[in-house]
């Protein structure tokens, strides 16, 4: 709560946005059928070394808080927009594809 849960997601990862996406694979992707938000995240795809160059592996503490209090709720606002009729609910559907994941 000291930090406001990370409003600024530039500030708190400390690296540019667009480039960090590449390493940290995880897309937004609309409304399931139950109302749900469905998010894809590809946890094989991520790359623990390039992560630890860019940003700090710390600051993904930031990172999750901003989007419980940020992004859930702008990907709510941006659903509800462009499926008006379609009642939501509010959770998130998340498919984990473990693919390259060694055991």
Not at 2 to 26: E, G, R
Not at 30 to 49: D, H, M, R
Request: a negative charge.
């Amino acid at each position: 709560k000291a930090h406001d849960f990370y409003p600024d997601l530039l500030q708190t990862m400390k690296c540019p946005l667009d480039i960090l996406w590449t390493q940290f694979p995880i897309v937004n992707h609309g409304i399931a059928t139950n109302g749900s938000l469905v998010a894809y995240f590809q946890a094989g795809g991520i790359q623990l070394e390039a992560l630890d160059c860019l940003t700090r592996l710390e600051n993904f503490v930031g990172f999750i808080w901003h989007e419980f209090m940020y992004g859930f709720k702008d990907n709510m606002l941006a659903a509800r927009e462009n499926h008006p009729n379609t009642p939501l609910r509010f959770e998130v559907t998340m498919v984990i594809d473990l693919r390259n994941i060694s055991r």
